[in-house]
């Protein structure tokens, strides 16, 4: 006879069937998302300031929404909002996906083209206890910093001279987290009234990298100055949700109508990141190839002990989930989070560095449509999504607020539809979106990016799952 085998041995055996299989398909996924959108090493030229800009953090169905997601709940996908929302998980999970952009850079001078392609999330997810505990570990980024630009100037003093400004890297984030139903309330026509506690420990790393120089075109004789500077993170933090759900129209054994209501928050908690940094100041004289000799250093330091103090965000959100008595699907969520980008500053030696941030504010809407639950055709259980978000990033230049609007697609389709075992799926979306202004000299982004991954999930009646036994 046959019998399910421990949920840590099913955990254990889906993860190494699950890398094996998904390595190789994650690589040809990547190759070819690649050679479509190309590399690049520019990104936005407001990453200059701090730590650069935000990761957006989310998977690619919350991508299609808005960006909302602190409410739901989804059994077979991972939440990259609220670490509360894997407590519903039934089956363990493994999500990948990569984003690529196409943008267009304008400003009262002209405007150019640029594509980038990165890696979005990896991520699983296990279920200690069905439907109740889970555990989740992933990647993800935090801050990206991408930036190359040139501005020709002149004054009294200096003449004509010319600013260079470029810099790269940014932190990566390797999350640990649980969650775990305090309540949970189930009656016979499987109503759910449940709340949620998760929690989820962050480790930050990588380097953020800057490069200033100045040096002076109509004068070939004259030495330019150049400043190298790089930041090295290595430092925990933390977070916590929570969600809630309940019925406001239950379904009965004879109607599967009902109507749900959840509710989600999420805290994440200031940290100051433990950082090392690195400065080199030097002349330099240009070569007749257009490179720079260094001649005197002015100030080395390598390995200054200090700390970048990232704000505390905090995320709330409400949604609904509502299906017909023919099985439609709509949900529909609606997200607002603040992060305190005012706080945010860098210590080293003694030294702080402020920048000129305000608090941020993000609100995001969206909703999604199913067919048909369970349906046996393909476009019958297809899930499209519609999303908006608009956000003020805090970031003040030129005295001018810089902002972000988006309207986002999506789309999931099943990955094996016609034996309907596996809730594993193929997600897309894209958001056309605007950041930032041409007033008072600046730049503003014109964007579309699009996000592709998978979600596999087996099903326990897969052989994953299943382990022969002879009485």
């Given at each position: 006879?046959r019998?399910?085998?421990s949920?840590f ?9 699950t ?5 190789p398909l994650?690589a ?7 050679s479509?959108f ?5 990104g ?9 800009l ?12 808005g960006?909302?997601g602190v409410?739901?709940?989804?059994p ?13 998980h039934?089956?363990?999970?493994f ?34 206890k069905?439907g ?9 980024p935090?801050?990206?910093k ?16 010319r600013s ?5 890297g ?9 969650a ?7 009656d ?14 962050n480790?930050?790393f990588g380097?953020?990298?800057?490069l200033?120089?100045i ?10 100055l ?5 930041f090295?993170v290595r430092s ?14 239950k379904?009965t ?14 805290y994440r ?16 004289r240009?070569?007749p190839?257009?490179n720079?000799?260094?001649?005197d ?12 103090n990232m ?5 709330f ?11 439609q699907?709509?949900?529909f969520g609606?997200?607002?989070s603040?992060k305190?980008?005012s706080?945010?500053s860098?210590?080293?030696?003694d030294?702080?560095r402020?920048?000129d941030f305000?608090?941020s ?15 046996q ?9 519609l999303g908006f ?7 003040v ?20 539809f ?6 594993s799926?193929f ?12 007033e ?5 982004e014109?964007?579309?990016r699009?996000m592709?991954?998978f ?7 897969n052989?994953?799952f ?6």
């Open positions: 006879m019998i399910l085998i949920p041995r099913d955990c254990m055996k889906f993860s190494n069937l890398w094996t299989k998904a390595i994650f040809g996924f990547s190759a070819i998302v690649s479509v190309g590399q690049s090493d520019l936005s030229p407001y990453s200059l300031f701090g730590p650069g935000p990761s957006m953090r989310q998977t690619v169905t919350q991508a299609g929404m960006g909302t409410a739901f709940s989804d077979y996908r991972l939440n990259l909002i609220n670490p509360a929302a894997a407590a519903g039934l089956e363990p999970i999500e990948m996906s990569g984003l690529g952009s196409v943008s267009t850079f304008q400003s009262n001078s002209g405007s150019f083209e640029n594509q980038s392609f990165t890696i979005n999330n990896i991520g699983m997810a296990y279920p200690i069905r109740v505990w889970n555990l989740n570990l992933g990647l993800v935090l801050t990206a991408n930036y190359d630009f040139t501005s020709s100037e002149q004054t009294e003093q200096l003449g004509a001279f260079e400004y470029s810099g790269n940014g932190i990566s984030q390797a999350y640990l987290g649980t775990y139903k305090v309540y949970n309330k189930i016979t026509a499987n109503n759910v009234t449940a709340l949620s506690l998760g929690v989820q420990g480790f930050n380097p953020v990298n800057n200033r120089r040096s002076f075109p109509d004068d070939p004789g004259a030495m330019g150049s400043v190298r500077e790089s090295l925990p933090s933390i977070e916590a949700g929570v969600q809630y759900q309940t019925n406001l129209i379904r054994m004879k109607r599967p109508r009902y109507l749900k209501l959840l509710v989600g928050a999420v908690f200031e940290s100051s990141l433990s950082a090392e940094r690195s400065n080199y100041v030097y002349n330099w240009p070569t190839a257009g720079e000799s260094p001649r250093t002015i100030f080395a330091s390598t390995g200054a002990k200090g700390s970048l704000p505390a965000t905090a995320i959100g409400i949604g609904l989930d509502y299906v017909t008595d023919k099985r699907r709509i949900r609606l997200d607002y603040v305190g980008w706080d945010y860098e210590n080293f030696d030294e702080v402020t920048f305000r608090n504010e993000k609100v995001s809407a969206g909703i999604e449509f199913t067919p048909n639950l369970g349906g055709k393909m476009v019958e259980r297809l899930e499209y999504r978000r608009s956000v003020r990033t805090g970031l230049v030129s005295g001018t607020a810089i902002n972000d609007y988006g309207i986002s697609f999506g789309l999931s389709l099943p990955v094996n016609r034996r309907n075992l596996s809730q799926r997600s897309v979306s894209a958001e056309y979106g605007s950041y930032g202004t041409v008072n000299g600046l730049i503003r014109d964007y579309v699009i592709a991954g979600s596999l999930t087996p099903h326990f009646r052989r994953w299943v382990k022969p036994k002879y009485d």
